[in-house]
């Protein structure tokens, strides 16, 4: 009979502390596309580029 409470108890144990977890904040699943960064980083993107665009229209004519 004792062993049932033992096991009994236990199991709540675990569960609370499972509901417990839950609780506590979680990291991002993503940080690497999370908004909140510690430092401000230049955009990357089209304005970085020194390539030319593909569609710019020549000034010379050939």
């Known amino acids: 009979m004792w062993d049932a409470v033992i096991n ?14 839950g609780l506590l904040p ?3 699943p993503f940080q690497k596309f999370s908004k909140a ?11 970085n ?6 569609d710019a229209p020549r000034l010379v004519p050939h």
């Open 8 to 21: 009994t108890h236990e199991a709540s144990i675990k569960y609370l502390n499972s509901e417990i977890v």
């Open 26 to 28: 979680r990291r991002e």
């Open 37 to 47: 960064q510690d430092k401000l980083r230049p955009r990357r993107g089209f304005g």
């Open 49 to 54: 580029s020194f390539q030319p665009a593909i």
